[in-house]
Structure formats: structure tokens, C-alpha cells
């Protein structure tokens, strides 16, 4: 069983910066890679990043590359991601998710099998 709770949402101006964390608990020694998403009101949670938990690789939604970055302290349990030049449309609500290895597919959410409550992040024009 793995924990994750996500923190560091809040209300910011567009152009303005955010850095989310992710504090995993539990067997964290069972996560392979860990996930961002985000889903808007009537829209499909979208892929935003990710990182592998040892190798530390990350990948990047096409509307987010070039400005959030993701990384993690593996000593902390913890992965952040670090939100710069933020737009309006980029309010929503953010997950945390992480992946047992067992199957994985970067930007499928239906692939990892760990979900954090979420945490509002909402950026005003």
C-alpha cells in the first residue's frame, strides 16, 4: 500500500510560478515511476509529467513542456513539480500518481495504480 499527498496548490496570476509536492508513504520502495495529472471540470485528466523513481527520467505533456519541471527526492519520498509561466488554462485540479512497475504506460492514468486526493491549483488572468 502506498500513501501519496499532494500539497503547494493555492490561487496565483497568470505568469506567475507554483511548486506542487507529492510525499509518498507506505512501500515506497515498491514505486517505479510517479505521475502528474490534472483534470479541468468536464474534461479527461490529462497527462502533465513524470519521473522514474531510480533513474529519474521524466516526460513531459505537450502543454506543459518548456515550462513545468518535474523532479524528486528519493530520500524524502517526495516528487515535486515546479510550475513556471503559468496560463488561466492550466487551473485545475492536480494528481499525484505512481506506478508498481507491474505495468506502466507514461501518460495512461489507467496505469498507475497509486492516486493522491488532489490539490486545486487556479490561475487568474
Known amino acids: 500500500q502506498v500513501k501519496l499527498v499532494e500539497s503547494g496548490g493555492g490561487l496565483v496570476q497568470a505568469g506567475d510560478s507554483l511548486r506542487l509536492s507529492c510525499a509518498a508513504s507506505?512501500?515506497?520502495?515498491?514505486?517505479?515511476?510517479t505521475g502528474w495529472f490534472r483534470q479541468a471540470p468536464g474534461k479527461e485528466r490529462e497527462f502533465v509529467a513524470a519521473?522514474?523513481?531510480?533513474?529519474?527520467?521524466?516526460y513531459y505533456g505537450d502543454s506543459v513542456k518548456g515550462r513545468f519541471t518535474i523532479s524528486r527526492d528519493n530520500a524524502k519520498n517526495t516528487v515535486y513539480l515546479q510550475m513556471n509561466s503559468l496560463k488561466p488554462e492550466d487551473t485545475a485540479v492536480y494528481y499525484c500518481?505512481?506506478?508498481?512497475?507491474?505495468?506502466?504506460?507514461?501518460?495512461?492514468?489507467?496505469?498507475?495504480?497509486?492516486w493522491g486526493q488532489g490539490t486545486q491549483v487556479t490561475v487568474s488572468s
Open positions: 500518481a505512481a506506478d508498481n512497475g507491474t505495468y506502466y504506460s507514461t501518460k495512461d492514468p489507467l496505469s498507475y495504480d497509486y
Open positions: 507506505g512501500r515506497t520502495f515498491s514505486i517505479y515511476a
Open positions: 519521473i522514474s523513481w531510480s533513474g529519474g527520467r521524466t
